[in-house]
């Protein structure tokens, strides 16, 4: 795959998870903090599981590596995106760091595992 795709599924990948996100917060409520959390965190892990099954269904040249790349640059987009909105970088709670990106690492091995087990399934049907 090449740099260009890889920066625009990066790309793609962000822009979901913040359309996700904003959803979220007007389906929830922002008053409930902790209900709003875990629902912007699965529903970001069930978006980011299909970019990566779909990016390594499309290219099966190795999609654990392309899909990390393409996590962590769209994490690197979403801290550079929110560093410009609200001006400054800060990391008020590190523990959702951590759990950002544990939920990263899930994403990408049940995304790859589910395109790498459908393009191997479409081309055993297809024969």
């Given at each position: ?18 359309a996700?996100g904003?959803?979220?917060t ?6 409930d ?7 912007q965190?699965?529903?970001?892990v069930?978006?980011s599981?299909c970019?990566?099954g779909y990016?390594?269904w499309a290219?099966?040249?190795?999609p ?5 790349i393409?996590?962590?640059l ?7 995106a929110?560093?410009?909105?609200v001006?400054n ?8 760091l951590?759990v950002?990106?544990?939920?990263l690492l899930v994403?990408i091995v049940?995304g790859?595992s589910l395109?790498?087990?459908l393009?191997?399934?479409?081309s055993?049907?297809?024969?």
């Amino acid at each position: 795959m090449n740099a260009m795709r890889i920066v625009f599924f990066a790309f793609v990948l962000c822009i979901f998870q913040v359309a996700s996100g904003a959803i979220a917060t007007l389906a929830v409520g922002a008053e409930d903090i902790g209900v709003l959390t875990v629902t912007q965190l699965t529903t970001g892990v069930a978006i980011s599981v299909c970019v990566f099954g779909y990016m390594s269904w499309a290219n099966p040249s190795r999609p654990y590596l392309t899909a990390l790349i393409v996590g962590v640059l769209a994490m690197l987009f979403g801290v550079l995106a929110t560093t410009f909105v609200v001006g400054n970088m800060s990391w008020s709670e590190p523990i959702l760091l951590v759990v950002d990106i544990l939920a990263l690492l899930v994403a990408i091995v049940l995304g790859v595992s589910l395109g790498v087990m459908l393009r191997r399934r479409g081309s055993t049907t297809s024969q």
